[in-house]
């Protein structure tokens, strides 16, 4: 069982930078691969990034060159820094986790950037 707790959310000026952190409790993280996705008011949820139990990082091309994901499986936390925040950013952000069969959702941080 994993239960995910987003934060660092909140609302930044364009161009601005935000690091989400996405800690787990109740198993470790270390084998899952862990996800990134963003849902906006009408819109579909998307993924943006995700990362490897390596550590290999992998992004929607809408963030591609701004976000990077990370991981300190130590702290059994990841991260999702986001830089260059645009209007289009805003969303409300849930980290996900995957370890065959099971997919663990958070309950998502809600990201602002105002026009």
């Known amino acids: 069982q994993v239960q995910l707790l987003e934060s660092g959310g909140g609302l930044v000026q364009a161009g601005g930078s935000l690091r989400l952190s996405c800690a787990a409790s109740g198993s470790r993280i270390s084998a899952h691969v862990m996800g990134w996705y963003r849902q906006a008011p009408g819109k579909q949820r998307e993924l943006v990034a995700s990362?490897?139990?390596?550590?290999?990082?992998n992004y929607a091309d809408a963030v591609k060159g701004r976000y990077t994901s990370s991981r300190d499986n130590a702290k059994n936390t990841v991260f999702l820094h986001m830089n260059s925040l645009k209007r289009e950013d805003t969303a409300v952000y849930y980290c996900?986790?995957?370890?065959?069969?099971?997919?663990?959702w958070g309950q998502g941080t809600q990201v602002t950037v105002p026009s």
């Open positions: 990362i490897t139990s390596g550590g290999r990082t």
């Open positions: 996900t986790a995957y370890n065959l069969p099971i997919f663990y």
